[in-house]
């Protein structure tokens, strides 16, 4: 990931917020190979210098909450490594599905470079300490299998498996209702944050869940039900 990779995310992720006909969406690296590698080594001396560093942990934290903040599922499909950065950017999906060939890591260690405790936080809300520890000061990486294990990815595929498992499970949640969805996506970030930023989270959450019952979805969703055939939701 490049810086200027990070800051275009970050104009994406505010296109995408303000455009009501997105349902969900997709992050996954180009090709087989990996899904994020890590940061791009060569921009160190010009952006992660001692005195730029916050600056660096900034645009990638704002890229990081710019999908974290979508009002919409975001699935991250991981094939190969996953590493230092991916790792960050995968951990601001709402779910993550991988290969088992995927790979995941945290580099620090290696390099001898620090990563802030916000971001160390995000992966520590998924795992534990424990794995975090492991991550953080082995900079080792560890397969599909163990990442599964300590529940930093959802599902574990074949190779030749997971696009279409992807495919199918997008279509799935893409037939579901949106206010739903977005009530739930709030509630889990509700819990996750503390102080304020709980409050505020939790005040959103509950609008959207008096939004869901005033809603058509809701009265299409019942009539559906009754009438024993697939709503047609449309996130109003």
Known sequence: MSVGMWQQLSQHCRQLASDSNVRLVLLTGSGDEAFVAGADISEFDEYRTPELAPSYDRMTADAQHGLQALPVPVVAKIKGFCIGGGLAL???????????????????????????????????????????????????????????????????????????????????????????????????RAHLSSGPQQTILSDRADEVVRTCFSSHDYQEGIAAFKEKRKPNFEGR
């Open 90 to 188: 995968a951990l601001a999906a709402d779910l993550r599905f991988c290969n088992d060939r995927a790979m995941f890591g945290l580099p620090p260690a290696r390099l001898g470079i620090g990563y802030s405790p916000k971001g160390v936080g995000a992966l520590v809300d998924v795992v534990g300490p424990g794995p975090a520890a492991e991550l953080l000061y082995s900079a080792e990486w560890v397969d599909a299998t163990t990442a599964q294990r300590w529940g930093l990815v959802n599902r574990v595929l074949p190779s030749e498996e997971l696009d279409a498992f992807t495919d199918k499970w997008l279509a799935t949640a893409a037939q579901r209702a949106p206010l739903s969805q977005q009530a739930g996506k709030l509630a889990i």
